[in-house]
Each structure stands twice: as C-alpha cells, then as structure tokens.
C-alpha cells in the first residue's frame, strides 16, 4: 500500500543526488526543494489518471441504493448509489426512499429495481 508513495520518492532522491554530484544544481538548496516537490505532485497526477482510466462503471451492477425520487416502471428517476446521484431507469415502480438494487446499465443510465430479503443474499 505504501509503495506507491516510497517509490517516486526514492526515485526523485536518486535523480536529485545524481544531478548535484555532476554538478548540474549550482544552488542545491533551493533545486532540491523545488525538484522533489514537482516530482511528486506530477507522479500524483499520472496516479490519478492512470487509476480513474482504468475504472469499470460496470461494478455497479449490484452495488444497493436508495431512490431519491418516484419512478415508475420502465421510467427514468434518480437514484443514490454510493454517494453519487445516477438516473436510472426502474423495472418496477418505485418509491421515493426505497431501497434499490442496479441489474445492469444502458449507457451511463442504471438499471435498478426494488431491494427484496432475495436480493440481499
């Protein structure tokens, strides 16, 4: 779980050193600082992008939720599924704050309908 973090730095620490002894950094007190920092937060974000790239929105199918609003069937309503708001197309009426469960997408719409004791195993 740390490597992700002690990696890139022991990296910038290696690059940093290498340039001071070449003598590349006339001034290494003020390159060291500035270079490690810039290294991080650029490592950071080549992170992020590489992590949300590879997200599937398929693993929503699933996942339970509530509906924020009525939906009647084969309409389209929002639901609340792990804290973000989708709009979600009901195979059955539902009622606002009932428990939800998604079956499936259809574009960047859910497919859901309402939680039974069958569900939950």
Do not use: D, S
């Given at each position: 779980m740390v490597s992700h973090v002690?990696?890139?730095?022991?990296?910038?620490?290696?690059?940093?050193a290498?340039?001071?002894?070449?003598?590349?950094?006339?001034?290494?007190i003020v390159a060291v600082p500035s270079m490690a920092i810039v290294g991080f937060i650029s490592y950071r974000i080549a992170?992020?992008?590489?992590?949300?790239r590879r997200r599937n929105l398929y693993t929503y199918v699933g996942k339970i939720g509530k509906a924020i609003e009525d939906i009647p069937?084969?309409?389209?309503?929002?639901?609340?599924?792990e804290g973000e708001m989708w709009k979600a197309i009901?195979?059955?009426p539902i009622v606002e704050g009932e428990k939800?469960?998604?079956?499936g997408?259809?574009?960047l719409k859910l497919k859901v309908k309402k939680l039974t004791d069958n569900d939950k195993n």
């Open positions: 002690v990696i890139p730095i022991i990296i910038i620490a290696i690059v940093v290498a340039l001071i002894l070449t003598g590349q950094y006339a001034n290494p992170y992020v992008i590489y992590k949300t069937k084969n309409g389209e309503g929002y639901v609340m599924i009901a195979e059955e939800v469960i998604v079956t997408m259809e574009g």
